[in-house]
Every structure is written in structure tokens, then in C-alpha cells.
């Protein structure tokens, strides 16, 4: 005996929902319009935290899996409790019912700050070698 469904419920394992979007092709540019619209709207609704995190940079691979590439994990955090939300939108909005959206943690690159006269003098000296034949021909002491 077949099995009977009721009427007007949608069984986890269905994809009516996602039937329902196209399957238009987009690209950078189209994106990011959609997107700014997106963090625009959270902007004026004064949801700062979650519009920092749309300001991230956005990649396209794959067609339709959009990369956003993160050096904290708090912001993927912030984005999670918007996640679903923001790929409605952006799947609505640009007609396609495959968009993935994936968040990618990289390391951030930590640059040395000079402090000392010594490593301030070192460090303008890596951009214009000419400081340090000045500083022979003076007789200079970076350490004053």
C-alpha cells in the first residue's frame, strides 16, 4: 500500500522550495550589487556587527559557490546567525536556486610594528636605501 503524505506539508527530503528558483547565471559584479543591497538593509535595520561582516571580501567559485574569507571566528559566528537569511536573498534576488555559501578561516598576517629609534631607522631604510649611505656620511647615530 502506498505511503500518504498530507496535504500542504513539505517532507525534509522534498526540494520543492528550491524548484521554485532558477538556475540564471551571474557573475562578480551582479553579486556584489545583490550583496550591498543585502548589507545595506542590515545597516539601516542597526545591525552594525552583522553589515561589517558582509563588508568582507567575496569570491565566486565553482558558478554558484560564493567564498567568504574570514580572519576571525567571531565574525563567522556573527554570520552564522544570518546565514540562512542571506542565501534567500541572494538566491531570490539573482534567480538561482544553487548558491552554496561557504566561509573560509585564514591566518592573519601579523606585521611588526617599529618602536625603537633603531627598528623606525631600519625599517625607512628598507624603503630607500639611500638613508643608510647618509647616515655613514654623517657620522648618524640612530640610537639617540
Known amino acids: 500500500m502506498p505511503e500518504v503524505k498530507p496535504k500542504g506539508k513539505i517532507t525534509p527530503?522534498?526540494?520543492?522550495?528550491?524548484?521554485?528558483?532558477?538556475q540564471n547565471s551571474f557573475d562578480l559584479v551582479q553579486l556584489k550589487a545583490v550583496w550591498d543591497r543585502f548589507a545595506k538593509q542590515k545597516k539601516e535595520?542597526?545591525?552594525?556587527?552583522?553589515?561589517?561582516?558582509?563588508?568582507?571580501d567575496?569570491?565566486?567559485v565553482d558558478e554558484c559557490k560564493i567564498v567568504l574569507t574570514f580572519t576571525n571566528s567571531v565574525k563567522i559566528n556573527i554570520l552564522d546567525r544570518f546565514r540562512s537569511d542571506l542565501i534567500t536573498f541572494l538566491k531570490k534576488e539573482l534567480d538561482n536556486g544553487k548558491i552554496v555559501?561557504?566561509?573560509?578561516?585564514?591566518?592573519?598576517e601579523k606585521k611588526?610594528?617599529?618602536?625603537?629609534?633603531?627598528?623606525?631607522?631600519?625599517h625607512?631604510?628598507?624603503?630607500?636605501?639611500?638613508?643608510n649611505e647618509l647616515k655613514d656620511r654623517l657620522g648618524l647615530d640612530t640610537d639617540f
Open 124 to 131: 625607512m631604510a628598507q624603503k630607500k636605501p639611500i638613508l
Open 45 to 56: 535595520e542597526g545591525r552594525d556587527a552583522e553589515y561589517a561582516v558582509l563588508k568582507q
Open 101 to 108: 555559501l561557504e566561509t573560509q578561516l585564514v591566518a592573519e
Open 112 to 122: 611588526r610594528i617599529p618602536y625603537t629609534n633603531r627598528e623606525k631607522f631600519e
Open 58 to 60: 567575496i569570491t565566486i
Open 13 to 22: 527530503n522534498t526540494t520543492e522550495h528550491e524548484e521554485s528558483y532558477g
